[in-house]
């Protein structure tokens, strides 16, 4: 059975306790406004003697600032307060919902026994078993009823306990997710704005660290590394990200750059159709690109796209 709690306090409802709050903030935000002296000649770097001379009343309010401190403190106050009535709410609530359940378990088993109790009554009063088999059956029945409610109670606390550990594993990985994500969005940051070459292939790498099928990644490391003359090494990241995604048109891009820079035309131009196929604008890119120099003069390209592209 509950109990009351001793030397319990009424407690103002927080509506209104706010409701007051913010009237004060509002009182105290009225109280700074007007405390504010206007501007005056005496401002500045010179001071007007005459407009001073003609003061009929203070350029300023004395003690408002120590009244503002005071109310702000005072506010304080009330809102650790509130803060305090706030939890002793929510622990009572607590407090009140387990009272609820150990008193529904009680209840429970009590009429179970009251049941079984008349039961037995009648079956003594018509002689219909004995008092020694009346007191098993009471014992085992109760036994039983007592052993289920606890089976039942345990059930539900395994599967809350599982739901738990699930959901807190969730947001481990998400939380986990999100400081990968952060890290690797502020190092595509970096790279955009770096110069250096190889500063460029550094931040990739460490992309490529933290996520290593980051598709983007590979290619702008390819695209970095045809400039340093590694085109092998270049070839073999643009391959690995169109393993990764063959519908990612850069990647093909890349792919045939690195195939033109080691003079493989029809390979090059394969990829470099197949790039065009998925995003139509790149085939304006081809004029402007250093690396299809070796091949925008080929027969095969011309057959390819026409002459009009290589100029």
Same mark, same amino acid.
């Given at each position: 059975?509950?109990?009351?709690? =001793?030397?319990? *306090?009424?407690?103002?409802?927080?509506?209104?306790?706010?409701?007051?709050?913010?009237?004060?903030?509002?009182?105290?935000?009225?109280?700074?406004?007007?405390?504010?002296?206007?501007?005056?000649?005496?401002?500045?770097?010179?001071?007007?003697?005459?407009?001073?001379? *003609?003061?009929?009343? =203070?350029?300023?309010? =004395?003690?408002?600032?120590? +009244?503002?401190?005071?109310?702000?403190?005072?506010? &304080?106050?009330?809102?650790?307060?509130?803060?305090? @009535?706030?939890? @002793?709410?929510?622990?009572?609530? &607590?407090?009140?919902?387990?009272? !609820?359940?150990?008193?529904?378990?009680?209840? /429970?088993?009590?009429?179970?026994? %009251?049941?079984? *109790?008349?039961?037995?009554?009648?079956?003594?009063?018509?002689?219909? $078993?004995?008092?020694?088999?009346?007191?098993?059956?009471?014992?085992?029945?109760?036994?039983?009823?007592?052993?289920?409610?606890?089976?039942?109670?345990? &059930?539900?606390?395994?599967?809350?306990?599982?739901?738990?550990?699930?959901?807190?594993?969730?947001?481990? #990985?998400?939380?986990?997710?999100?400081?990968?994500?952060?890290?690797?969005?502020?190092?595509?940051? $970096?790279?955009?704005?770096?110069?250096?070459?190889?500063? $460029?292939? !550094?931040? +990739?790498?460490?992309?490529?660290?933290?996520?290593?099928?980051?598709?983007?990644?590979? /290619? +702008?490391?390819?695209?970095?590394?045809?400039?340093?003359?590694?085109?092998?090494?270049?070839?073999?990241? #643009?391959? /690995?990200?169109?393993?990764?995604?063959?519908? %990612? =048109?850069?990647?093909?891009?890349? !792919?045939?750059?690195?195939? #033109?820079?080691?003079?493989? /035309?029809?390979?090059?131009?394969?990829?470099?159709?197949?790039?065009?196929?998925?995003?139509?604008?790149?085939?304006?890119?081809?004029?402007?690109? &250093?690396?299809? $120099?070796?091949?925008?003069?080929?027969?095969?390209?011309?057959?390819?796209?026409? *002459?009009?592209?290589?100029?």
């Amino acid at each position: 059975m509950t109990k009351a709690r =001793p030397f319990a *306090t009424p407690v103002i409802p927080l509506r209104p306790r706010r409701e007051i709050m913010n009237f004060k903030i509002f009182f105290l935000a009225a109280i700074v406004f007007l405390a504010v002296p206007g501007s005056s000649p005496a401002q500045g770097h010179g001071v007007d003697t005459n407009s001073l001379s *003609t003061l009929t009343e =203070p350029m300023y309010q =004395p003690l408002v600032e120590r +009244y503002v401190l005071d109310q702000l403190m005072q506010l &304080k106050h009330e809102q650790l307060s509130l803060k305090s @009535e706030l939890a @002793e709410k929510v622990a009572d609530a &607590k407090l009140e919902s387990s009272d !609820r359940a150990l008193k529904y378990t009680i209840d /429970t088993t009590t009429i179970i026994f %009251y049941i079984i *109790t008349a039961a037995a009554t009648i079956l003594v009063v018509l002689g219909w $078993r004995s008092l020694k088999e009346i007191r098993d059956n009471i014992e085992s029945e109760t036994s039983k009823q007592i052993h289920d409610l606890t089976q039942e109670y345990e &059930k539900r606390l395994d599967d809350m306990e599982a739901k738990i550990k699930l959901r807190s594993e969730q947001i481990i #990985a998400a939380q986990e997710e999100i400081s990968v994500t952060n890290i690797v969005h502020s190092l595509w940051i $970096r790279a955009a704005i770096e110069k250096s070459d190889e500063e $460029r292939i !550094r931040i +990739y790498d460490k992309i490529l660290d933290l996520k290593p099928n980051d598709i983007e990644a590979l /290619t +702008y490391k390819a695209d970095a590394l045809l400039d340093f003359g590694e085109a092998k090494w270049a070839l073999h990241l #643009a391959n /690995t990200a169109v393993d990764i995604d063959d519908s %990612y =048109p850069l990647a093909y891009w890349q !792919r045939a750059c690195a195939k #033109a820079e080691l003079g493989q /035309t029809e390979d090059a131009i394969a990829d470099l159709k197949t790039a065009i196929n998925l995003s139509e604008h790149l085939i304006s890119e081809i004029s402007g690109e &250093k690396h299809f $120099r070796k091949i925008v003069e080929s027969e095969e390209f011309a057959e390819a796209f026409g *002459t009009e592209v290589a100029g």
